[in-house]
């Protein structure tokens, strides 16, 4: 038996999101083939070790792995190969083979979990931190992407010092470079947490003022007529691409509430209804993005296409996904052929085969 843990929850605003990730996570799981372990992180960053897995029902997200506060744990960081977890009241322990960060967001996916992970020397699900850090900052992902030759959206960064000591004329020039409409992104978040829809000048300002609530630099991003078009990709040296994806927002954009609260916020289409050469150049498109972002494990990698010229363009990556049964991420293998709890066994395998990899590496030098 493998003991594997599941990191949830998370010091980021998208802490109830993987509450629901999480929940179908634990549910997926062969019973006897894991012993699992959940590590709930709470909205303070400490890390909270559950009794049991608890799954409830929510009446947004349907169902959810409960966070239950229950002690102080501290993490081991000393690189024995596996995570040790330590109360240090009861001096209660638990260690893990494998850890799965089913964590979305700031604090979770940007790599500096990761980087904690790395120091345990445990065997981890996903991205290392590089590829976490850049996949994550919308800005530095779209500037590696685009010398890779494939196209993105126009866009202007603006910082929140620029911004706050230059606030008129930086609008004047933002709207008269970008034009109208556009979107304000902050540059490290998901779930479209933060993002405006900017019509007319008179509501530019109150929209970088929203953005800046959750980062300290933005993506001033051209708003185009586009079909939003999602490819899952798997696996680590040789990454493989599953179906893809089409969303049809019902909302002015794929909002967060369009993604989350509102059950009828969206249409998921899958497979999505495109012409062969446009589809395959999207999936080829997708392993380039893959390998230039430094990803490893699985992702899922958004695409706009421009609904009068077919003109492809990459809007981000996802390192962590959402997971849940209904995501698009599981979905798209699904369709693939590739079931749920097939999918989490192979994230699972992929992961230990790169921490196989990875401890041929030696960290002392000699003159040999």
């Known amino acids: 038996m493998i003991n594997i843990g599941i990191l949830y929850g998370g010091k980021s605003g998208e802490h109830d999101v993987s509450l629901c990730s999480a929940a179908s996570v634990v549910s997926g799981l ?18 909270h070790v559950q009794d049991r897995p608890i799954i409830l029902d929510d009446p947004t997200f349907g169902k959810i792995l409960k966070l239950e506060k229950n002690g102080d744990w501290l993490a081991n960081h000393y690189g024995d190969g596996k995570l040790t977890l330590t109360e240090i009241k009861t001096g209660r322990s638990i260690s893990l083979d494998i850890v799965f960060p089913v964590m979305h967001g700031t604090n979770c996916e940007d790599g500096r979990l990761q980087g904690m992970l790395e120091l345990s020397s ?38 929140y010092n620029e911004w706050k000591n230059n606030k008129t004329a930086l609008a004047e020039r933002l709207i008269e470079k970008i034009g109208l409409p556009l979107f304000t992104k902050p540059c490290n978040t998901g779930s479209s947490v933060g993002v405006n829809k ?7 300002s109150a929209a970088v003022e929203s953005s800046f609530r959750f980062d300290n ?20 040296e040789n990454p493989q691409t599953s179906s893809l994806g089409e969303i049809i927002p019902r909302h002015e954009f794929y909002s967060y509430e369009a993604k989350y609260i509102d059950s009828d916020g969206a249409e998921l289409v899958i497979p999505a209804q495109l012409e062969p050469q446009l589809e395959k150049n999207i999936r080829d498109a997708a392993v380039k993005v893959f390998i230039a972002l430094n990803c490893a494990g699985f992702a899922r990698v958004d695409f706009f296409v421009d609904k009068q010229t077919n003109e492809l363009y990459f809007n981000e990556i996802n390192t962590i ?15 693939a052929g590739l079931a749920y709890e097939e999918l989490l066994d192979r994230l699972v395998s992929l992961a230990l085969e790169r921490h196989s990899q990875k401890k041929r590496i030696t960290t002392e030098f000699t003159n040999d």
């Open 30 to 47: 062969d019973k006897d083939k894991y012993n699992i372990t959940a590590i709930g992180v709470a909205q303070d960053g400490r890390w």
């Open 122 to 159: 445990v065997p981890y699900i996903g991205a290392e931190v590089a590829g976490s850090a850049i996949g994550m900052d919308k800005d530095i992902s779209k500037r590696l992407v685009k010398e890779r030759g494939i196209s993105v959206v126009p866009w202007e960064t603006l910082t």
């Open 217 to 236: 630099k933005l993506l001033i991003e051209k708003a185009l007529s586009v079909r939003e078009i999602e490819c899952a990709v798997l696996g680590n």
């Open 198 to 204: 900017v019509k007319t000048r008179d509501d530019f």
């Open 321 to 335: 996904p959402g997971f849940t049964s209904i995501s698009m991420f599981p979905k798209l293998w699904e369709h």
